[in-house]
């Protein structure tokens, strides 16, 4: 199933089974208004993301001893936030000024990469947070970029198709002086879309006045997409929970693992630990989901949650009634709390900001977490994790095969020249075992938990190259 989905997301032009089936989930998903509700809670909650990001940084910056205070302000703040308002003709005759934020966080290592968020509840904060995130992402597996994030405030559910694309249209005349192949490369984000990309990239070929395919990326692959961007960032922590299963001498056979989340990254995941062996044991998404001791097939739950838009509606491989359900011990719906706080060995968050909180932390049972969500954990449940010696995977890691495929795709693009998948999943695999063992090695070396030296990993790659460019001299007084 994951190898023909895998062949079959990266397209616009598939026609085989699992492709149409995707392209319905996703179509309930939105109809539903489900798809980039991942944002909102975090928006909801009174925890400000960009406070967090700079704690994070903070916790680490204090174990790197010999680390400039000079360097340490600068890595707390973005570079450049620019704000644009941009006027869009609407399809009422009205003309309408949507607000729209690029956050340029750092290009110390190369140019600065991230993508676009359409959310009503976009922030400026929000934006700021992300970009520190993408920094310190690429930073950690150790690929020659730097961090941004780009968000406007609109709600695409609401608007046609051609308020869209003067919308993203627009948000490029208003940045394209300080965005391109060499400066600051967006890409796809909650809401945005390959079409997205085509359209933003059209429009900055058109005011450069030349082809410049890598100054975005998660294009279509007629327009130079990469394959295999679409299940990048579940095959990124894939190869995590491989490497973590070989460090902990766990048997992937009785490996169980509860996912939270079963969109893009949550749905390929749960495929990918299936064929390969693992038992799946519970899965949700946002109406709550199902949990069966002896496992479930994810992809049958896919063909569930398109025929029935609930994934409690799964019972072996089957669509059931949910009324008639019976419950169990072994077998039963579970709510999007519950699957947190199951007794299983990974725990794999792949929805929400915020929804590991000092509230539940106490609660998890699973002996690891692998973030692929931006920020499931808040700093303060962290702490609790530590203690109660749960192995946290962190998000800047473990979610980064999708911004490393984002990267192959714009060194194609350079050099016009284009990969098979197996080619792409090498690469991607080299890089994400290599940043695994880096990682694993500063927490052994330093005796921290795993995001403490991811981010000491990427804020010495990031400060040394600083320090080269003379960003450290520049500020001693
Ligand atoms: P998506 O919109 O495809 O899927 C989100 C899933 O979360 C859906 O299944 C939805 O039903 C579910 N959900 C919504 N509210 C929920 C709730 N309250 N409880 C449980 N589940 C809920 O999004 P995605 O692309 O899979 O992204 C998921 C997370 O992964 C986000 O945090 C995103 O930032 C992060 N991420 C994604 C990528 C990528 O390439 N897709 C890359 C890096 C990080």
């Known amino acids: 199933m994951i190898e023909t989905l895998k062949g079959c997301l990266g397209s616009t032009t598939a026609h085989d089974s699992c492709y149409i089936r995707y392209i319905s989930y996703l179509v309930s998903e939105q109809k539903e208004g489900k798809l980039g509700s991942a944002i909102t809670p975090q928006i909801m909650s009174d925890i400000n993301p960009f406070e967090s990001a700079q704690k994070q940084i903070k916790t680490a910056a204090k174990k790197l001893n010999d ?14 936030v620019l704000e644009v308002n941009i006027p869009v003709r609407m399809h009422d005759g ?13 290009d110390a290592k190369g140019p600065m990469k991230g993508g676009i968020r359409f959310h009503p ?61 060499t400066q600051d490369v967006p890409a796809p984000d909650v809401y ?8 933003m990239n059209d429009e900055y070929e058109v005011l450069v006045g030349e082809k410049s395919p890598g100054m975005i990326t998660g294009k279509p692959l007629e327009l130079g997409g990469a394959k295999g961007r679409s299940t990048a960032t579940a095959q990124g922590g894939f190869y ?15 490996t169980t693992i509860a996912i939270q989340g079963f969109g893009n990254a949550g749905s390929v995941m749960a495929m990918l630990l299936h064929d390969a062996g693992y038992r799946v044991v519970a899965i949700t998404d946002s109406k709550g989901g199902v949990y069966n001791k002896a496992g479930i097939d994810p992809s049958k739950a896919l063909d569930v949650k398109s025929q029935k838009a609930h994934l409690a509606c799964y019972e072996e491989g089957q669509v059931c009634d949910i009324t008639k359900l019976k419950q169990g011990k072994d077998f039963r719906t579970i709510n999007n709390d519950e699957v947190l706080e199951l007794d299983v060995d990974i725990l794999v968050p792949a929805a929400l900001e915020n929804v590991i909180t000092k509230k539940n932390a106490k609660k998890i049972k699973a002996k690891a977490i692998i973030e692929l969500a931006n920020g499931p954990t808040t700093p303060d449940a962290d702490k609790e994790l530590v203690k109660q010696k749960v192995v946290v995977v962190p998000d800047i890691l473990a979610n980064a095969g999708g911004v490393t495929v984002s ?16 080619e792409t999943l090498a ?10 063992e880096t990682v694993w090695e500063m927490k052994d070396k330093e005796k921290v938990d795993m995001r403490t030296a991811a981010y000491m990993v990427a804020i010495k790659r990031v400060t040394d190259a600083m320090r080269f460019r003379g960003r450290a001299k520049r500020f001693v007084e």
């Open 67 to 80: 680390l400039e205070n000079s360097l340490l302000e600068q890595i707390l703040q973005p570079m450049r």
């Open 94 to 106: 009205t003309t309408k000024v949507f607000k729209g934020f690029r956050s340029q966080h750092n």
């Open 121 to 181: 509840s976009v922030t400026r904060d929000e934006v700021m947070a992300l970009s520190v995130w993408m920094t310190m992402k690429c930073a950690t597996v150790n690929i020659p970029l730097g961090g941004g994030k780009g968000g406007v405030i609109c709600n695409p559910k609401e608007m046609s198709e051609g308020e869209i694309e003067r919308l993203s249209r627009g948000y490029i005349r208003g940045i394209y002086k300080y965005i391109g192949p």
């Open 192 to 199: 945005t879309t390959p079409q997205i990309m085509a359209w």
């Open 240 to 254: 995590c929970i491989e490497k973590l299963a070989e460090k902990m001498g766990w048997d992937k056979y009785d």
């Open 407 to 422: 990267y192959f795709e714009q060194v194609q693009n350079s050099y016009n020249y284009y990969w098979e998948e197996d």
């Open 427 to 436: 690469k991607l695999k080299k890089i994400m075992d290599e940043a695994f």
